[in-house]
């Protein structure tokens, strides 16, 4: 950059080590709240379930504070950048639509595999372990990637405002993030996500209103449009209707549009955290959850991208803009720096320190859930399965802890490898769809069709990915004569490699699977997979293990009641994110693209108004609507904190009583395997034939 930081050193270790540490408190006060008042211990389901008892509005929030990387809001501004008002829409709708699909998927995996704790679990069930192993990796590579953008991207930030070195920026993020995770689990992940997702949207309203209405230089959607006007003259866009950044018709904000949906499905439905949210989820409460979610986060990146990206545009030629009187070079904008850019240029030293909280709470909420996914991988996937079948829930526990820890440090220094070598934040997210796509299709079909056979699940994301593989790098080759970061990271090479990696399978799956005969598969196994033993840490902590949230046994009649929601879930989730994802990317978006129109003023500032009015809604969803659903809960725990500090003794916890007396009254045989089977299929298959669906 031109200048020197706009904040001290001083500043960037104190919010990234004090409010790191600041969290950790916070969660470790919750934690033990929750222990006093809501009997949540913290088990090995616990830790990677909540107790699978979160409710639709707190999902939501952690489904936009997950899905708010870095990324969202530095690579979407850098897009807008590059190609004008189409590079917020293709990023937001191009990423909402895996969100609203992956409803679908969330609901059947609560039908079909009610006591999983990994998506990974469920492969192994029907699969078996070579499949598994494979899955692993793929799901590994996943957790791996978009933990390296979280890094890469929020350490550039960060050096770029404040001047702390990029190597310990990418090792001191962390350290609040493993510190509240091991304390809470995955629920300590839930309520740090509200409260990131709430920060965040503050900040992006902050933004929004100074550009749009306060700022001097700018201060409305007609003085942008002028200037962006001003700046399609000085510098056209190749391949833009006119040359003009007011249009969607753009080339090469297509290109990235199609590398943007394939890429992110591979990172939604290869990504152990999403399951781990819908696996949180209350069965009722799943699908309103990540279809708020989703709506909700569309608003983020379009917005803030749409402010912060035009802004950039808007403000280069002005003495206020840190690169002034250079236009920003590329590999700045690739590595994500225009949003901080426009932030200084707006509001100064504080625009700085907004960036730096605002990247902060992206990089920590969703690396939370990713150190979570890898932690559920280790402990249930790998450790449990493979090393020891019978442990206990308090070595569970160890061992989610210790692959945290190791997790974390490992990638810091994957991170710090990336960044001396050259790889930056936009080069991870093109390609990161190369890598994990050809695993999608299989991976989804394990759930939703019957007749994939264990060869086709097992070889075709490995064939895909050896064909993605090739399309990249042989195009990049081709294109530019030789293999390296600039080459490889250009879009034609990652467009021809993400299609290649989602859309081979297509190929592979049916010819594996009827060349070497279809499953026909029950779902039966599915329902097979059982709860983790956690009466050690149960008696350990004096607490009845039927009083922790999601450890008591429901009677038969509950279990068919929920099958019976569940079901008529899956089919309303169908209709419903079809038809979005149909809004999104086609019914919106096309007729601009088709006809070419670049916008007027008055459609412009209708363009941002729907914007932030959208923020608003998604404030309601994620902000407001969690407190609601909570207020009882939240009232109980007041009223027990009062209750301690008079004197009075903590209250009993309401409704709970009814489950002590069953309890008390129950045979508490340990079931034989042989029963076990035969529950699990009545139950699957009781009232609605579930397997046939």
Not at 76 to 105: C, D, E, H, K
Not at 384 to 405: C, D, I, N, Q, W
Not at 417 to 431: A, H, P, R, V
Not at 477 to 484: E, F, R, T, V
Request: net charge positive; hydrophobic share 50%.
């Amino acid at each position: 950059m031109a200048t020197s930081p706009p904040l001290s050193q001083a500043v960037g270790y104190g919010v990234i080590i004090g409010l790191g540490f600041l969290f950790a408190l916070g969660m470790i006060l919750t934690t033990y709240v929750l222990k006093r008042y809501q009997n949540e211990v913290q088990t090995s389901e616990m830790f990677a379930t909540a107790g699978r008892t979160v409710k639709s509005g707190l999902v939501a929030s952690a489904v936009v504070s997950s899905w708010t990387w870095a990324a969202t809001l530095l690579q979407s501004s850098g897009v807008a950048y590059r190609y004008g008002v189409s590079g917020p829409f293709w990023y937001a709708s191009g990423a909402t639509v895996q969100i609203l699909l992956f409803a679908t998927l969330a609901i059947e995996l609560k039908r079909k595999a009610p006591n999983a704790h990994t998506f990974l679990e469920v492969i192994r069930a029907r699969y078996g372990t070579y499949t598994h192993v494979v899955y692993i990796v793929f799901g590994l590579m996943t957790n791996i990637l978009v933990t390296a953008m979280l890094l890469t991207g929020g350490s550039a930030v960060v050096t770029s405002l404040t001047g702390v070195p990029t190597a310990a920026a990418c090792f001191l993020l962390p350290v609040g993030v493993v510190l509240y995770t091991i304390f809470g689990g995955i629920k300590a992940t839930f309520l740090t996500d509200y409260v990131h997702t709430v920060m965040i949207l503050i900040i992006i309203m902050i933004f929004a209103f100074t550009a749009y209405t306060t700022n001097e230089n700018l201060g409305s959607p007609a003085k942008v449009y002028d200037l962006l006007t001003q700046a399609a003259k000085a510098h056209p866009v190749a391949g833009n209707e006119q040359g003009s950044y007011l249009t969607m018709r753009s080339k090469e904000g297509a290109i990235f549009f199609v590398i943007n949906i394939v890429g992110n499905f591979g990172t939604v439905f290869m990504d152990n955290g999403y399951y781990n949210k819908a696996i949180a989820a209350s069965p009722v409460h799943a699908l309103p959850g990540y279809v708020m979610g989703g709506l909700s986060w569309f608003a983020i990146p379009w917005l803030a991208a749409t402010t912060m990206g035009l802004s950039a545009l808007a403000l280069e030629s002005n003495p206020a803009f840190p690169t002034f009187p250079s236009r920003m070079p590329d590999a700045d904008v690739t590595a994500g720096l225009v949003l901080p850019n426009a932030a200084v240029a707006l509001l100064g030293k504080g625009g700085a320190a907004a960036t730096l909280l605002l990247i902060f709470m992206a990089v920590t909420s969703a690396s939370s859930a990713e150190y979570i996914a890898v932690s559920s991988i280790f402990t249930y996937d790998i450790y449990k399965t493979y090393f020891e079948p019978t442990a206990s829930g308090r070595k569970l526990v160890y061992m989610a802890h210790t692959s945290v820890v190791v997790y974390a440090i490992l990638l810091a220094g994957f991170s710090t490898g990336l960044y001396y070598i050259g790889i930056s934040i936009g080069y991870l997210y093109l390609m990161m769809g190369v890598i994990i796509s050809s695993a999608v299709l299989p991976a989804a079909l394990t759930l939703l069709w019957s007749d994939q056979n264990m060869i086709a699940a097992t070889l075709s994301p490995i064939l895909g990915l050896a064909c993605s593989l090739i399309a990249w790098l042989v195009t990049a080759k081709k294109q530019y004569g030789d293999l390296s970061v600039a080459s490889t990271g250009s879009n034609n090479p990652m467009l021809a490699g993400n299609v290649v990696a989602l859309l081979s399978p297509l190929i592979f799956i049916p010819m594996l699977t009827y060349a070497f005969g279809r499953q026909k598969y029950d779902f039966v196994s599915m329902a097979m997979i059982r709860l983790g033993d956690d009466s050690d840490l149960a008696a350990k902590a004096s607490v009845d293990l039927e009083l922790i949230p999601g450890s008591a046994d429901m009677s038969e009649a509950d279990t068919l009641a929920e099958k019976t929601k569940l079901k008529r879930a899956s089919l309303i989730a169908k209709t419903m994110t079809g038809v979005l994802t149909l809004a999104l990317l086609i019914f919106w978006p096309m007729p601009m693209y088709g006809t070419g129109y670049v916008f007027s003023k008055k459609f412009f500032t209708g363009w941002v108004s729907v914007g932030i009015l959208w923020l608003f809604c998604s404030t309601f969803c994620v902000g407001l609507y969690p407190l609601f659903e909570g207020r009882h809960s939240m009232a109980h725990t007041f009223r027990g904190i009062v209750r301690d500090l008079t004197g009075k003794g903590k209250p009993p916890l309401q409704g709970r009583m009814s489950v002590v007396d069953d309890k008390n009254s129950r045979d508490e045989d340990t079931p034989t395997k042989e029963k076990d089977m035969k529950e699990a299929e009545a139950v699957f298959n009781s009232g609605n034939n579930i397997g046939k669906y």
